[in-house]
């Protein structure tokens, strides 16, 4: 599975639009883009996934470049909640749910 | 809430000793997941089972082991513990052929001294 890169840290005013990149320049074309988040004390918790196009749910919209190579996780208007580490992770749909988490965004909102 | 609960929450316990944790799938679910989370650290993918069976296994010694029920509820079981086994391990249920999309416990926070 591809290996990606986020910046460690980052802080976004409540309110305000959390944009969060990763970047997977490795990506293969059977490899899907997942954005888990785990707050404090908590299990991580999944919030989209895509492959190509551009996604969108209640959580968050995910943006992934025309060469895949990158994307971005988009939190449309941040509340203190969404403070947590974000996970973007790479994978082969059908190899047994072995995520790779790496060590992710810790993302601070703050009033 | 995912429907995901583990016990117990915390546990501590002498090094060699055993320990054995459980989960309960999200209702539906029938594959399961055991991740390791060391402080500060992402979680690592342990093992997943399948209709009882094994099906996939990181990088973890053997006496790191696992039991799905028919219930598919699981156990994690791990023999002569390790001061650094002492981490949060996390449950996780999803559904064969649903994509990656785990449902995650709280976890049992396991500390070995």
């Known amino acids: 599975d591809a290996k990606t890169t986020q910046p460690p840290s980052m802080d976004c005013a409540e309110g305000r639009a959390a944009n969060l990149p990763c970047n997977h320049s490795t990506i293969s074309g059977n490899e899907y883009v997942y954005w888990y988040r785990q707050i404090h004390s908590q299990g991580p918790q999944y919030i989209i996934h895509?492959?190509?196009n551009n996604e969108t749910n209640e959580m968050a919209s995910l943006i992934i470049t025309e060469d895949r190579k990158s994307s971005t996780l988009i939190l449309p208007h941040a509340t203190l909640r969404d403070t947590a580490v974000y996970y973007c992770i790479v994978i082969r749909t059908g190899t047994a749910s072995k995520l790779t988490f790496g060590t992710g965004t810790r993302l601070q909102v703050t009033l | 809430e995912t429907g995901v609960t583990q016990s117990p929450t915390h546990l501590i316990k002498t090094r060699g000793q055993q320990v054995t944790l459980r989960c309960s799938s999200q209702s539906g679910h029938n594959t399961v997941s055991w991740y390791q989370q060391a402080l500060g650290q992402g979680p690592q993918f342990i093992f997943q089972?399948?209709?009882?069976?094994?099906?996939g296994r990181g990088n973890f010694p053997p006496r790191f082991s696992g039991l799905q029920f028919p219930n598919y509820s699981s156990e994690l079981n791990v023999n002569a513990l390790e001061l650094d086994d002492s981490a949060l391990y996390l449950c996780a249920s999803s559904l064969q052929g649903g994509g990656e999309k785990l449902f995650f416990g709280s976890g049992t926070q396991l500390s070995v001294l």
């Open positions: 089972y399948y209709r009882e069976e094994e099906n």
């Open positions: 895509g492959l190509k």
